[in-house]
């Protein structure tokens, strides 16, 4: 189809009735092939972003759970933060504990609680 525009066979309106696509379709492909040179689709699905905890910061956060399992989100948000200086969420930590398979202690249950004059 983009080769048939590119000899002149005919406008959009056209080839896309040859060809018994839509009109769009042509527009995409032959301005993909005049962007890039060749008419094969970008990579697609998953994430295309760069982890923000890296190999590093897995062993970092293996070792931090081994050591208190109790440790909330926030918790190793805030300590990956001093130990790499990257800023995490605590969505982007629950992703990636699970994401490596650990677990952790939730709840209140997994703390003592503090003693006080009414405990």
């Known amino acids: 189809m983009v080769q048939a525009w590119e ?3 005919g406008s959009f309106a056209t080839l896309a ?3 018994m696509v839509g009109e769009a379709s042509v527009n995409r492909w032959v ?3 005049r962007h890039t040179g060749s008419v094969e689709p970008e990579r697609m699905g998953g ?9 590093a910061g897995d062993e970092f956060l293996r070792a931090a759970l081994r050591d ?3 440790s909330t989100l926030v918790e190793l948000c805030e300590a ?5 200086d990257v800023d995490v969420s605590p969505q982007t930590m629950s992703d990636t504990v699970r994401r490596l ?3 952790r202690k939730r ?4 703390r003592e609680l503090p003693s006080g004059p009414n405990s």
Request: overall charge neutral; charged content about 35%.
């Open 7 to 9: 000899n002149g066979e």
């Open 17 to 19: 009735v040859r060809f």
């Open 31 to 33: 301005s993909r092939k």
């Open 47 to 55: 994430n295309r972003r760069s982890r923000l905890v890296d190999d």
């Open 68 to 70: 208190t399992s109790d």
């Open 80 to 84: 990956y933060l001093d130990e790499f």
């Open 101 to 103: 398979g650990l677990t």
């Open 107 to 110: 709840g209140s249950s997994a």
